[in-house]
């Protein structure tokens, strides 16, 4: 099965700074990722995904980089804000097409 | 607000109660999937319903029960639960999914049920 993980479990930033969550992966044949904010008290919510046949993919203040040589992909989010403050998770899907949550990463944005 | 409503938001139950959760879509997506989360941790997926029909249960204890009336409800009926199953338990939707699926599509998440078993 897919393993997804973050590399830290807490990110703190100053506002107006961009933060960068990384996220690594150990399937090859993983071809699809999602990037999810989740705030407490509430669901995981959709931020941006990737497919294997990209390298970027930009959204609305926010980027998401993928590196299938090393298997790693990370969300960027520029001029972050304190709405940003959340447990950010990466997903992948392999070959079952259920996608497969990592850890998270608590990212602390401070006024 | 989301486009996945669940109820009820919060439930507390003891360990001889039979209750239900419920979710609802009505974006036409035709997968609903039910996840559990703890404090702290990623959700972990328990049930997959394809076109209405359960694809994958990921080795769930039988005092969970998921029910897929049409295709846009999704209930899970809790019996006989333990206090280790007081969690977040989360509905989504996807367009298409589970392992009938050939095609990706991001799940949409509800906001959950808290759940305490006492």
């Known amino acids: 099965g897919e393993s997804v993980g973050l590399h830290l479990p807490t990110l703190s930033v100053q506002e107006g700074d961009n933060s960068i969550i990384n996220c690594a992966y150990s399937n090859s044949a993983s071809d699809y990722f999602i990037w999810y904010k989740q705030e407490s008290g509430k669901g995981p919510q959709f931020i941006i995904d990737?497919?294997?046949?990209?390298d970027k993919r930009q959204g609305q203040r926010v980027t998401v980089l993928l590196n299938k040589t090393v298997k790693h992909l990370s969300l960027q989010i520029a001029a972050t804000q304190p709405g940003d403050s959340a447990v950010y998770f990466c997903a992948g899907t392999g070959g079952s097409y259920i996608p497969t949550f990592g850890r998270g990463t608590s990212l602390i944005v401070h006024p | 607000d989301t486009e996945v409503t669940q109820t009820p938001k919060h439930l507390v139950m003891g360990m001889t109660n039979k209750k239900s959760l419920k979710c609802e879509q009505h974006?036409?997506?035709?997968?609903m999937y039910w996840y559990k989360q703890k404090a702290k941790k990623p959700p972990e997926l328990m049930f997959v319903y394809s076109y209405e029909k359960l694809s994958i249960n990921e080795s769930v204890p039988s005092r969970f029960s998921p029910e897929c009336p049409n295709s846009s409800l999704l209930n899970l009926h809790l019996h006989a639960l333990q206090p280790e199953d007081s969690a977040l338990y989360l509905c989504?939707?996807?367009?298409?999914?589970?392992?009938?699926?050939?095609?990706?599509?991001?799940?949409?998440f509800g906001n959950g049920t808290r759940l305490t078993v006492t």
């Open positions: 974006m036409g997506h035709r997968a």
């Open positions: 990737i497919r294997s046949n990209m």
């Open positions: 989504a939707s996807s367009q298409d999914g589970g392992r009938t699926s050939s095609y990706n599509s991001p799940l949409h």
